[in-house]
């Protein structure tokens, strides 16, 4: 049983860092068409010859459009207006949609310029390899960690501490393994294809990341969990 709930867990937070919480409850009959016209939007924009507009949209989308629900009184309408359940079911939908297109658009990122970086390819593949199974595995070890609701910046959206600071895990030795070496794979798929848009992009995407945590995130953290 124990095993079990192991498998359980680890796939329900793959799926979550993916972008698919699996407690959305009744929000998950409108959460699955929309990943899957995420799928068909990025299907067109390949067809269509739009990989770049696509790749900005989704960096657009998310780093934007995380900031302003976060850090300004977006998140308090929706929290008078719709309940605080029904708010933090609906914000988790699209912050989970704003995962699953960031990661669309590196993917897309990747596909424009093809082959622009010359690497041997013992050298791309290996790369390829060691940020994969580093970046990845560190930001699944830290959400292990700290919880779903936390990668999903529950606590900023709420106003509020759901949880304390930990040191365990990647924590012990990285002050913060989700942005920094836990973001290490986003250059694994212009690694791939060989791209340097797609390496420019998503070293774009970690810079933003970085920005949206001292603006946005780091002044929350330190009102909250003034104790930590």
Request: net charge positive; with cysteine; glycine share 10%.
């Amino acid at each position: 049983m124990n095993i079990l709930k192991t498998l359980w867990k680890a796939t329900d937070i793959f799926l979550a860092m993916s972008g698919l919480r699996l407690d959305a409850g009744r929000f998950l009959m409108a959460w699955i068409p929309l990943l899957g016209a995420c799928v068909c939007l990025i299907y067109q924009a390949e067809r269509h010859g739009c990989l770049v507009e696509f790749a900005i949209a989704s960096w657009v989308f998310y780093y934007v459009g995380i900031s302003l629900i976060l850090g300004t009184r977006i998140k308090r309408v929706m929290l008078e207006k719709l309940g605080e359940n029904n708010a933090t079911k609906l914000y988790d939908m699209i912050c989970g949609l704003m995962f699953f297109n960031i990661g669309s658009g590196m993917g897309a990122a990747a596909l424009h310029a093809m082959g622009t970086i010359d690497l041997p390819p013992a050298q791309q593949w290996g790369l390829f390899w060691l940020l994969t199974v580093v970046g990845l595995g560190v930001k699944f070890w830290a959400t292990w960690i700290v919880g779903v609701n936390t990668y999903y910046f529950r606590d900023l959206f709420l106003e509020k501490s759901h949880g304390e600071f930990t040191a365990r895990g990647p924590y012990k030795w990285l002050a913060n393994p989700m942005y920094g070496v836990g973001n290490l794979h986003s250059y694994c798929p212009a690694l791939l294809t060989g791209s340097l848009f797609g390496l420019w992009f998503a070293l774009g995407c970690h810079l933003s990341i970085y920005a949206f945590y001292f603006f946005v995130e780091r002044p929350f953290i330190r009102r909250t969990y003034q104790h930590a």
